[in-house]
């Protein structure tokens, strides 16, 4: 579980009595042997969060002296009160047959994205991509992103910011969602190589097929009247300011809007609302990956536009949260 000894020096050094301990889902397996082995040798009292974690931006409040928080890095633009984000490494990189399925999908200038948890492989693929002949980017972290290469559910920067210098780029991790984003933002093919699969596979059919789905979204809430526009509580989610602009904006074409603010989105949380329609201002893997269970349409900011005739389907984009 990493190097149990550098979260016992802070917690002593933090004097800490009760820590509290956040894992996200693929993590909790660990969260009882964990707390014990904490518990034991620094002689404090452990809390687990039961409730999911979804990344730095969610960070709880516990009635704990110190939080510590596994998976995930820091944004650097938020400021964490008593907690210390444990750094768990990335697993061994033993074999690059799943980078070398991708290479036949490259085109020359590739930019090399990846997330948290493969952030240290990209030096090594890097120089294997240069090897057989890539061009290769890697952009800068920004001010929600810690590492260089690195990607969030909500944030695309280091795919961005070096769009000009690529045709293409090379996605390194497990799912869609990320890369989804990147294809749908820049419009450039993208080549997901999976480490757990060892495989490597285009994203054009899951963005058609996505794509589908929001046209959808949008057509269905198009005659909506009122709008429920959820705001999260969550540190690094918070958009009380967006909700509040797109209020008026629905209010400006006729509409109702009123703002919902809730921790945890979930379908069943909205159940008997008088809405038409919800705006989900929160993460936006929400309205994406969770969409077939509202039994409302459930918008993105930009799909609200899209609805409100403010933005043409022709400039769809996905739903980022930026620090600024």
Known sequence: ??????????????NAKTVGLQFPVGLRTKAVELAQEIGAKAGVTCIVSADPSFGACDVPEMP?????HLGHAPMPHLRYNRVFFYDLGSPPLNDL??????LPMLPKRVGLLTTYQF????????EHLEKAGREVRVGPPDRRVAYAGQLLGCDYHTATVVQDEVDGYLYVGTGDF?????????????????????EARRLDDVKDRILRQ??????????????????SKKIGQVRMEMAADLKRLAEKHGRAAEIFLMDLVSPDFLEGYRVDAWVNTACPRIAIEDYLQYKKPILTPPE???VLGERNWKDYQFDEIRAY
């Open 214 to 231: 929001r046209h959808g979204a949008i057509t269905r809430a198009r005659d909506a009247q009122m709008f429920g526009i959820i705001v």
């Open 97 to 102: 047959g799943f980078v070398d399925a991708a």
């Open 1 to 14: 579980m990493g190097d149990i000894d550098r979260v016992l020096d802070v917690i002593r050094g933090r």
């Open 64 to 68: 704990v002296d110190l939080i510590v």
């Open 304 to 306: 609200f536009e899209i």
């Open 119 to 126: 952030r240290e492989w990209v030096p090594a693929i890097k």
């Open 178 to 198: 990320h890369p989804l984003g990147v294809a749908i933002l820049v419009d450039k093919p993208v080549v997901v190589a999976d480490p757990e699969r060892g």
